[in-house]
């Protein structure tokens, strides 16, 4: 008899299927930003993509209207990093939909926004602080020389790349639940992820400014009957590239200590043309 009793539950259980929640990733990777706004952020583009989950965990409309209401609150993280928190409150909704525990729109909207700074933070200094930068770095590289592979390679890995990470956390979200978060920081996977990226972002970057700054003076002093020229005989043999260098370190100081960028450029523009006038560079 209790065999029978809970097969009956489990065959009354409602439960969101892989296509409800591709339907749902979907919405949310073309309408993240739709109706983006100062109030609520983006909340009308999280309420959209969770319309699947609700059609298919709901039955009675007002059931329906209660749960689009619940995830109009604000909403607001990185887009891509940030769907475990999607994936995490449709869990939530399965278990609250069959009854199972108090999940209370108090307790799903607290979780989202308990995860949506932390996320957000791990999200930007991923896709906007590393991919990002790594990827424009090679696809510029290619581009600099007229290859039109340049911008047709970046914008294929940027896009494969992105949609992996959005795709593969929202599902990663939904199958930990609300332990999602803790597991995968606890194992320190985004830790390792940032450091490693970041030691490759470095090596790239660096290749590439070794290889594209670019300064030289062309100033020959006349020293008895001979002449040096200071970069072919002085600065060349100390260091090929020093001036490069020294001016790249230059700059770097100027932002450690916060000066605008658009100043440093304004700067390097000035110094550049008054340098050119006086043959200098």
């Known amino acids: 008899?209790?065999?029978?009793?809970?097969?009956?539950?489990?065959?009354?259980?409602?439960?969101?299927?892989?296509?409800?929640?591709?339907?749902?990733?979907?919405?949310?990777?073309?309408?993240?930003?739709?109706?983006?706004?100062?109030?609520?952020?983006?909340?009308?583009?999280?309420?959209?993509?969770?319309?699947?989950?609700?059609?298919?965990?709901?039955?009675?409309?007002?059931?329906?209207?209660?749960?689009?209401?619940?995830?109009?609150?604000?909403?607001?993280?990185?887009?891509?990093?940030?769907?475990?928190?999607?994936?995490?409150?449709?869990?939530?909704?399965?278990?609250?939909?069959?009854?199972?525990?108090?999940?209370?729109?108090?307790?799903?909207?607290?979780?989202?926004?308990?995860?949506?700074?932390?996320?957000?933070?791990?999200?930007?200094?991923?896709?906007?602080?590393?991919?990002t930068p790594i990827l424009l770095a090679l696809g510029i590289g290619i581009a600099k020389d007229g290859n039109l592979m340049g911008p047709i390679l970046y914008t294929v890995l940027i896009s494969a790349i992105i949609i992996w990470i959005s795709y593969t956390l929202w599902m990663r979200g939904y199958k930990l639940g609300k332990s999602a978060v803790e597991q995968i920081l606890g194992e320190g996977i985004f830790n390792n992820v940032i450091e490693g990226a970041g030691i490759l972002g470095c090596t790239v970057i660096g290749a590439l400014t070794g290889k594209y700054v670019t300064l030289s003076t062309s100033v020959v002093m006349k020293i008895g009957e001979g002449q040096v020229a200071l970069q072919a005989d002085l600065f060349d043999k100390i260091m090929p590239g020093l001036l490069p260098l020294l001016l790249t370190l230059g700059v770097y100081k100027l932002l450690e200590k916060g000066k605008s960028p658009i100043k440093i450029m304004l700067y390097l523009i000035l110094i550049g043309a008054v340098g050119s006038l006086i043959k200098i560079f």
């Open 1 to 131: 008899m209790s065999d029978n009793t809970l097969n009956s539950q489990d065959m009354k259980r409602k439960q969101v299927t892989k296509k409800d929640l591709k339907k749902s990733w979907i919405r949310w990777m073309m309408f993240s930003h739709s109706c983006y706004n100062y109030e609520r952020m983006q909340s009308l583009g999280f309420a959209h993509s969770m319309n699947p989950i609700i059609e298919r965990l709901y039955d009675k409309k007002e059931d329906k209207a209660s749960a689009l209401k619940r995830h109009l609150a604000f909403f607001n993280t990185e887009p891509n990093v940030g769907t475990m928190v999607h994936g995490i409150t449709i869990a939530m909704e399965e278990e609250r939909a069959n009854g199972v525990g108090e999940i209370s729109d108090e307790a799903i909207n607290s979780v989202k926004t308990g995860l949506m700074g932390p996320l957000a933070g791990i999200g930007d200094t991923i896709t906007q602080g590393v991919i």
